[in-house]
């Protein structure tokens, strides 16, 4: 079974502090993203990754960085966090075949409240 | 352009009951139309996907119908089970730029025993 962790299912932090949040595929997939979920918008993708050092922005990048310095390990990083930011984060991963990622596997999610 | 706009919102269908959730899209690039299914507490998940050459596929009680004039796609849950209570986001995808996955603003299902 592909197993997408994230490093926290509830996380607390207060306004302007540095916040970083962890991701790990264990079934070798080339892509990995990072999406936010907010009640009546969807998922909205923040970043992704094609490959190790390389990122990509998605639909709503502000406010956020990402890093990913190995190929199973992608962590979204909150600069300053604001209260904006309180919101449900899921990480996907999805292999590369055909030249494309049609299947994303996703993480449980982290709950993130900024106060 | 990018957008997938689902409805929707949320649905409540009786046990044994057809549940729908639709579709649009203005994009005609896109070629792929997945639909994942998130259950309280977990990710999304793949539960069933389409491309245009086809008009319906059916897994199960899963059916997507899929109007390539229209551009509108649909999920089909024939005889509904309190199990299917969950949320359904549609999505779309295009073979350049990435093959990022545009999703739609979800539907939270409840089927009532």
């Known amino acids: 079974d592909v197993k997408v962790t994230q490093s926290s299912r509830y996380l607390v932090k207060r306004t302007g502090e540095k916040v970083f949040l962890e991701c790990v595929q264990d079934m070798d997939h080339e892509n990995m993203f990072w999406y936010r979920q907010d009640p009546g918008l969807g998922l909205r993708l923040i970043y992704f990754s094609y490959d190790v050092k390389m990122k990509e922005k998605g639909d709503i990048p502000e406010g956020y960085s990402v890093s990913r310095e190995k190929k199973e390990r992608f962590s979204l990083i909150l600069e300053s966090a604001s209260t904006n930011q309180t919101s449900m984060y899921l990480c996907?991963?999805?292999?590369?075949?055909?030249?494309?990622?049609?299947?994303?596997?996703f993480g449980p999610g982290t709950r993130l409240t900024v106060l | 352009q990018q957008q997938v706009k689902q409805s929707p919102q949320s649905l409540i269908v009786q046990k044994g009951g057809i549940s729908i959730i639709n579709c649009a899209y203005e994009n005609t690039a896109f070629d792929y139309f997945p639909w994942y299914q998130q259950f309280p507490g977990k990710g999304p998940a793949l539960l069933i996907a389409i491309r245009p050459d086809v008009s319906e596929k059916k897994e199960g009680r899963f059916t997507i119908s899929f109007n390539k004039s229209a551009k509108q796609f649909s999920l089909h849950i024939m005889d509904s089970q309190p199990g299917d209570s969950a949320t359904y986001f549609c999505a779309a995808s295009m073979k350049e730029g990435f093959q990022k996955l545009v999703f739609g603003t979800g539907t939270r299902l409840l089927v009532s025993p």
């Open positions: 996907a991963s999805g292999p590369l075949a055909g030249g494309r990622t049609d299947t994303q596997y």
